[in-house]
C-alpha cells in the first residue's frame, strides 16, 4: 500500500477521510472514490486522478511524483539487512553531488521509498525523538513492516575550483561546491550522529538498526591517519580504522559500539562542466549501527 495525499487544496470529502484513518494511509479504492474515478490499475492513472504521493512535509514540491511501492519481499529486511549501500549506488546512478545537505537527505529519502517491499514504507524527515536527557531530531526515520529504522547523514564538501565562485554543470544543473567544514568539525560531527542513532535505538521500542551515512568529496576524510597524537586523532575516519574502545566528547556523545570504517566510492564529477581542478571524486562512508 502506498501513501497518496491530494496535490491541492483538499476538498471537505477529502478532509472527513483523512480524519476518519488513523494512520492517515488511503488505498487506491479510497483514493478513487474521492475523485470519483474507477479504480486506477497503474500509476498513471492514480496520477491523472490528482494525487500524487507524499514524504512527509514535502507534498507540495513540484518534483514529487507518483511513487507505487511493488510487492517483493518485506521492507524491514532490505534495509536490516544491509541493502542500503544498493540504495546508495542507485542513488549515484541518479545524483553524482547535491545543493546542500537538505538536497542529499531529501533525494535519498525518495531513493529509500523506492525499495520494494509487501507492506508499507513510511519515512519521515526531521523526526523528533525525546531522549532521557534531551531532545532530538533525526534526518531521517523509516518505518517498515513495523520497524522503525533511524538514519542520519551528513553531506561535507571541498571546493572543486580554487575559485569557490565558479559553478560546476552536471545533468543540467548548476552546483556551487565549497568548503562546508573543517575535517575536525566533519570527523566530530559523524560520530556525533553515532551516538544520536545509538541512543535512538535505545529509546524506540521497535528499532535495532540504524545507519550514519556520510559523504564527501574531502580526501582527508578517509585517507589521513598519521596524525593520531593529535588532539582530534581519535576521531580519525580513516579507512579501514576499527573503533573498538568507546569514543566520547565530554558534554557532547559517547559511542560505545564497536565499529570497522569502510569508504566506498560514491562519483566522479570530471565528467561534468568545467570539469574540476580538484577534490574530483565524492565517498561516503556508511555505517551500520546495531545495539
Not at 42 to 68: H, P
Request: hydrophobic share 30%; glycine share 4%; charged share 25%.
Amino acid at each position: 500500500m502506498a501513501h497518496f495525499y491530494q496535490n491541492n487544496e483538499l476538498s471537505d470529502e477529502y478532509k472527513a477521510g483523512i480524519e476518519s484513518s488513523k494512520s492517515h494511509v488511503l488505498d487506491t479504492t479510497t483514493v478513487c472514490s474521492l475523485t470519483g474515478r474507477s479504480t486506477p490499475t497503474d500509476a498513471e492513472s492514480i496520477q491523472d486522478s490528482g494525487y500524487v504521493s507524499i514524504i512527509d512535509r514535502f507534498a507540495t514540491m513540484n518534483e514529487l511524483k507518483t511513487k507505487t511501492v511493488h510487492n517483493s519481499k518485506e521492507c524491514s529486511t532490505m534495509l536490516m539487512e544491509g541493502s542500503m549501500d544498493s540504495i546508495i549506488r542507485s542513488l549515484a546512478g541518479d545524483r553524482k553531488l547535491f545543493h546542500s545537505e537538505a538536497d542529499f537527505q531529501h533525494s535519498l529519502a525518495w531513493k529509500i521509498q523506492d525499495v520494494p517491499a509487501v507492506d508499507e514504507i513510511s519515512l519521515r524527515l526531521e523526526y523528533p525523538v525525546r531522549l532521557s536527557d534531551k531532545s532530538i531530531t533525526l534526518d531521517i526515520l523509516a518505518n517498515c513492516s513495523g520497524k522503525d529504522i533511524p538514519i542520519e547523514l551528513k553531506y561535507k564538501t571541498s571546493s572543486i575550483f580554487r575559485d569557490s565562485s565558479i559553478p560546476i554543470h552536471c545533468d543540467g544543473e548548476a552546483y556551487y561546491v565549497t568548503n562546508q567544514a573543517r575535517s575536525t568539525e566533519a570527523r566530530k560531527d559523524f560520530f556525533s550522529d553515532v551516538c544520536r542513532v545509538e541512543r535512538t535505538l535505545e529509546t524506540l521500542v521497535d528499532s535495532n538498526v540504524g545507519y550514519v551515512i556520510l559523504l564527501t568529496n574531502n580526501p582527508r576524510l578517509h585517507s589521513d591517519r598519521d596524525r593520531s597524537d593529535r588532539y582530534d586523532g581519535r576521531f580519525r575516519l580513516y579507512e579501514g580504522r576499527i573503533c573498538e574502545q568507546p569514543i566520547s566528547l565530554e558534554g557532547i556523545f559517547n559511542v560505545r559500539g564497536k565499529y570497522t570504517l569502510h569508504w566506498k566510492p560514491y562519483s566522479d564529477i570530471t565528467s561534468c562542466s568545467p570539469e574540476p581542478e580538484i577534490n574530483t571524486t565524492f565517498h561516503y562512508l556508511l555505517l551500520r549501527v546495531q545495539i
